[in-house]
């Protein structure tokens, strides 16, 4: 017979050990649970579960590049090779040859050599060592145990994250609409400041389609000075929304209503 691989101690405290070598036939029927896993019923379950799984990995690499020594393992014949490989007959062999009978508690006694039992203790070794040890330990074990001839293919591991990229920029803040300036009554250009020519694009059309794109109603109350049959001069207001904004004077009524809007577009700070 081919040399067994070493037997992996389980790793940590004693009390899982006297768990799994004690069979239900000596088990007290109180027996506290293990906060760690429970009872030696959910290791067994456990350990058969990644038992199985060692063996299919196995048998998958088998023809491929992992194990090329061996002819490629179809899908229709793991199910039956792995039944085969961790069938009882092996488990008792494998058992007898790690000696670990002589540390199975049971009554009688006699079920040492009961191939059941032996399943039983055997599988829940099995998942104390996952359990404790981590999954690798399983692969290298079992695959060592059904073929040992072969190197134990090691499991897949997990693709490493992805590089972080850089951090989400926060959206811009919200622009908050601009707040007009305060008005001021007959507001007069500073000195120096050149205004003719951009005085010129500053019409009644355009103050009062400003005014309404900026929900403000505009009105020109107009007065005029000296004799109503010959006025010294008009004078022109231009208020939004009751107050006033700018007042001018002219020689016309379109003159002052003119000028007057300006100065209201200018107070308000309308670009």
């Known amino acids: ?41 959910r290791l067994e379950v456990l350990g058969r ?39 009882f007959t092996r488990i008792s062999s494998w058992m007898e040859s790690y000696n ?44 060592g145990l059904i073929d040992p001839d072969s190197t134990a293919p090691l499991p897949p591991s997990s693709p490493p994250p992805a590089p972080a990229g850089p951090p989400p920029q926060s959206p811009p803040p919200a622009m908050s609409p601009p707040i007009a300036s305060p008005i001021h009554m007959n507001y007069q250009p500073p000195l120096g400041a050149p205004t003719g020519n951009l005085d010129q694009l500053i019409t009644l059309q355009v103050v009062n389609q400003t005014a309404q794109q900026k929900g403000y109603t505009v009105t020109y109350p107009a007065t005029s000075e000296g004799p109503a049959h010959a006025p010294l001069g008009q004078s022109d207001a231009a208020v ?28 308000m700070g309308w670009p």
């Open 240 to 267: 939004l929304n009751g107050n006033d904004a700018g007042m001018a004077q002219g020689r016309s009524q379109k003159a002052a209503k003119e000028e007057a809007a300006r100065m209201a577009f200018r107070a």
């Open 100 to 143: 670990m009978k002589k540390n199975i508690r049971c009554h009688p006694h006699e079920l040492v050599h009961d191939n059941e039992v032996l399943t039983h203790i055997f599988f829940a070794y099995v998942g104390a060592v996952y359990i404790r040890n981590g999954p690798e330990t399983i692969m290298s074990w079992i695959s």
């Open 49 to 87: 579960k990644a038992a199985e799984m060692a063996v299919t990995y196995q048998l998958f690499c088998q023809g491929t590049n992992a194990n090329r020594a061996r002819d490629l393992t179809s899908a229709e014949d793991i199910p039956q090779l792995c039944a085969e490989a961790l069938h």
């Open 1 to 41: 017979m081919a040399q067994l691989p070493p037997l992996p101690q389980i790793a940590g405290d004693f009390d899982i050990m006297l768990d799994v070598y004690t069979h239900e036939s000596a088990r007290p029927p109180t027996a506290d649970s293990a906060p760690e896993y429970g009872d030696v019923a």
